[in-house]
């Protein structure tokens, strides 16, 4: 009568019984273990951005957009979309909610002389803030479709204008 074990157990047999020491050879790279700060360096400081100019911007040319598309739905078809002001005032917040990140996101890739480097530069600011708006328009416009008819002036002069107000209240 012999013994039977099964597979697995042989393996974890074979495994606990003939188990290398932890050697010195075994220990994984300085390289590759995982980052521990210190209490000290806990602290991060990141150079000055355009951050904050980049989520203004981007927050007032997104929403301005967003609106201007809720207007296009407005009466569009069989559709039930209401025109009131809830309706924009919506459109906007969540326009001005996804062009704030993806302004600040953009604006933080370019290093500033110093913290808010616009302030006291409102006609640079603004001007910043009109050609953003105005290279959205034709972007919208022009590159992801076939122009945006009839309405094209309005909608990229609006944008402008909201990017270049957005620009020049920043740099208050």
Same mark, same amino acid.
């Given at each position: ?25 075994q ?11 210190s209490a000290? @360096?806990?602290? #991060?400081?990141? %150079?000055?951005?355009y951050?904050?100019?980049?989520a &203004?911007?981007?927050?007032a /040319?997104? $929403? *301005? ?17 209401s ?15 996804l ?11 370019? @290093?500033?002389? #110093?913290?808010? %480097? ?7 600011? &603004?001007?910043?803030?009109? /050609?953003a $708006? *105005? ?9 992801l ?28």
């Amino acid at each position: 009568m012999g013994v039977r074990i099964a597979g697995p157990t042989i393996v974890v047999l074979f495994g606990v019984l003939f188990r290398p020491p932890a050697g010195v050879a075994q220990q994984m790279p300085a390289r590759l273990q995982p980052f521990r700060a210190s209490a000290a @360096d806990s602290v #991060r400081v990141y %150079p000055p951005s355009y951050w904050f100019e980049g989520a &203004a911007i981007g927050a007032a /040319v997104l $929403g *301005a957009t967003t609106v201007f598309v809720a207007s296009a739905f407005c009466g569009y078809g069989d559709t039930d979309w209401s025109c009131d002001p809830v309706t924009y005032a919506g459109a906007a917040a969540i326009g001005g909610a996804l062009g704030a990140g993806v302004g600040a996101l953009t604006g933080g890739l370019f @290093d500033a002389p #110093r913290a808010r %480097p616009l302030r006291g530069h409102r006609r640079l600011a &603004a001007l910043i803030g009109a /050609v953003a $708006g *105005a290279v959205w328009g034709g972007f919208l416009c022009h590159g992801l479709g076939d122009g945006c008819g009839s309405a094209e002036p309005e909608f990229s002069i609006s944008v402008s204008a909201v990017g270049a107000l957005a620009g020049w209240l920043v740099a208050r």
